[in-house]
């Protein structure tokens, strides 16, 4: 587990110094004026682009290719110039950056997915993109939390994981399907003898079963997957004692209805849920904060035994209140499950977006303790506390929530989200079937379909 994109990004430029053969690089978006080490020795840290570039030309085996959703050139924030135009470090033959196209109207192409050799994959939440690096401290005036053109950005929260082995060998046949579907090419499979594991990193699981769940709208000659969405539920159905989620949005219908029904039980589990308070934009803030309202209201209503707890992080100094935005998408549950990846809990995760989600089951007690700790790091980091000191409380009280109201008192907090239930929605926005939907419009499919029959045909896999 890798906690926030600082770390991901250190592994990540320490696993590419390892690769031999293959890069491979799925996601929602890409600039490649990023760096992946800003806080490195360098009075000019060199930018992702650049890196690539120079693997490329000291490894006369290595290609990198890079796939990219196509409306991130208007819609995601990195720099649509380079997508469109490109850009001196893609002057070269074994690099090749293609804008991914084969999806419905107004869907998108969320995974985001590095492989490295086919011995090494990334997945979660993070992007290699702008506004998205940030420490675990997301010091108010870190100097370093700065764009490419040296904008200051809020702090941001996110998880990725990192997995080797079998698991990696998967996650690459994965991203190979989606190479071949959208640009037509069938990449080969990779085998070289290099561990490109960063050295001295110790993992926090092994000898255990990583399962890959898929989500894919059904387009073209490509089926639909839904499994991101049959595993969230299938997990917080089963808890027992607790769930922890981090989200950016809670918008899904089928989230709250299980949720609701956990709570509504006499004994049950304690829910935690630490979301982005303000989302940005104007839709945004409309359809996804407004749903998020009116599915809390659901969730308030059914707590009838005190065991919900929803909130938002704050970091409080001498400027004040500062929020940290949530893009993490994980859920903890019974410290038994673990889900990390690129699923959103809104409508549209459900099988409109092209997600791709990992996930761990404890059958010994080595991985629950493992799964206990990332928990408890998570926490100390919201409440500005050692992971140890999270571990203490939930013992002494026997309990997360009674150990979060114990321990949420510092300037490093998680502020409760407030709702009216008089005020919040009680039925979903108008807007929603437009912005939040579950699956592909149906009125676009014929018009879809002609632009599909005229378009020169390309190799596609159905599966």
């Avoid at 840290?45 to 890196?51: E, N, R, S």
């Avoid at 029904?261 to 982005?276: C, F, H, M, N």
Wanted: proline share 7%; charged share 25%.
């Amino acid at each position: 587990m890798l906690i926030d994109a600082a770390a991901y990004f250190a592994r990540l430029a320490e696993s590419l110094a390892g690769a031999r053969r293959s890069v491979t690089i799925i996601g929602w978006d890409f600039d490649g004026r990023i760096c992946l080490t800003p806080g490195g020795t360098s009075a000019a840290p060199q930018t992702l682009g650049a890196l690539l570039r120079s693997l490329v030309e000291a490894r006369p085996e290595l290609e990198v290719r890079i796939l990219v959703w196509s409306v991130a050139v208007v819609h995601a924030p990195g720099s649509p110039r380079e997508l469109l135009l490109g850009a001196e470090w893609q002057q070269h033959p074994r690099i090749q950056v293609k804008l991914d196209t084969e999806h419905p109207v107004y869907a998108a192409h969320h995974q985001k997915i590095v492989v490295i050799d086919d011995r090494l994959a990334f997945v979660g939440g993070i992007d290699l993109t702008v506004r998205r690096w940030d420490t675990p401290a997301h010091a108010a005036d870190d100097p370093l939390r700065r764009d490419p053109d040296g904008k200051p950005y809020s702090p941001v929260h996110d998880v990725q994981m990192m997995v080797d082995g079998e698991a990696a060998r998967a996650v690459a046949e994965l991203a190979r399907a989606r190479w071949r579907y959208a640009t037509g090419e069938q990449l080969p499979r990779v085998a070289v003898d290099d561990d490109p594991w960063p050295p001295g990193l110790a993992p926090d699981f092994t000898h255990c079963c990583v399962g890959i769940a898929r989500t894919a709208p059904g387009w073209g000659e490509a089926p639909a997957y839904a499994e991101g969405a049959v595993l969230t539920a299938d997990i917080l159905r089963a808890a027992e004692h607790c769930i922890y989620i981090e989200a950016q949005y809670l918008t899904a219908d089928f989230l709250g209805d299980i949720l609701e029904q956990q709570l509504a039980r006499p004994v049950g589990p304690e829910l935690v849920v630490v979301l982005t308070r303000q989302s940005h934009g104007f839709a945004e803030r409309w359809v996804m904060g407004h749903n998020r309202d009116h599915l809390l209201r659901r969730l308030k209503r059914a707590d009838r035994y005190g065991r919900l707890r929803v909130y938002y992080p704050v970091l409080n100094g001498p400027g004040g209140e500062l929020e940290i935005l949530v893009h993490a998408k994980l859920a903890i549950v019974d410290n038994r499950l673990l889900r990390v990846g690129s699923s959103n809990l809104n409508n549209r995760s459900v099988a409109l977006d092209t997600e791709c989600d990992l996930a761990i089951e404890a059958h010994h007690e080595t991985t629950r303790e493992k799964i206990a700790q990332i928990r408890d790091t998570l926490l100390g980091e919201h409440l500005g506390v050692a992971p140890e000191t999270v571990r203490e409380a939930v013992q002494q009280e026997t309990s997360l929530v009674r150990a979060i109201d114990r321990l949420n008192t510092g300037p490093r907090c998680l502020k409760p989200f407030e709702i009216d239930e008089g005020r919040a929605p009680a039925r979903r926005v108008l807007g929603t079937a437009l912005f939040d939907p579950k699956r592909p419009f149906r009125l676009l499919r014929p018009v879809m379909r002609l632009l599909q029959a005229v378009r020169a045909p390309a190799i596609r896999p159905r599966a």
